[in-house]
């Protein structure tokens, strides 16, 4: 399923530009799934520690690693790309409203790690998996776009 585009938290936009977190294309990024009960606060969430009581639970959920981080040149700008995620197939969970990418590797992760961003799955509302296939893609523009104005 395709999700809607990746909302960056503001420390993340902020550690790009001054270089404390490393390179999209190079950095090591986890992926998890959070309930609709979350509140997406781009201001103020930071690290991990702050969304991790919205993480969803269910038998057949883990994290799973980010690969495949690239950054594509667009007419304007760039976007950040991922190939598709899976968190399974077959897997029972839900419902989930949200996907969170986290900077650091999937089994190594702390509650300091700093937050990337934030997408939505269903607008309004969430999805499910029930003993089926659960992978999320970027949209077709890609996670995010990034463009400069003259």
């Not at 993480?55 to 950054?71: C, F, H, P, Q």
């Not at 976007?79 to 969170?100: E, N, R």
């Not at 999805?127 to 003259?150: K, M, Y």
Request: hydrophobic letters at 45%; zero cysteines.
């Amino acid at each position: 399923m395709p999700a809607g585009p990746l909302r960056v938290y503001d420390s993340a936009l902020l550690g790009m530009l001054d270089q404390t977190l490393p390179p999209l294309d190079t950095a090591t990024l986890t992926a998890l799934l959070l309930s609709p009960r979350h509140v997406v606060d781009l201001a103020s969430h930071q690290i991990l520690l702050d969304i991790k009581d919205d993480e969803i639970s269910a038998a057949d959920y883990a994290r799973a690693s980010v690969n495949g981080a690239r950054l594509s040149k667009v007419p304007g700008g760039a976007s950040f790309f991922s190939d598709p995620i899976h968190f399974g197939d077959p897997v029972t969970m839900g419902p989930v409203s949200f996907l969170a990418m986290v900077y650091g590797e999937l089994h190594s992760l702390s509650d300091a790690s700093p937050l990337l961003g934030i997408a939505e799955l269903s607008v309004g509302g969430a999805v499910e998996a029930q003993r089926s296939r659960f992978s999320i893609s970027a949209p077709p523009e890609g996670w995010f776009f990034l463009t400069r104005s003259n």
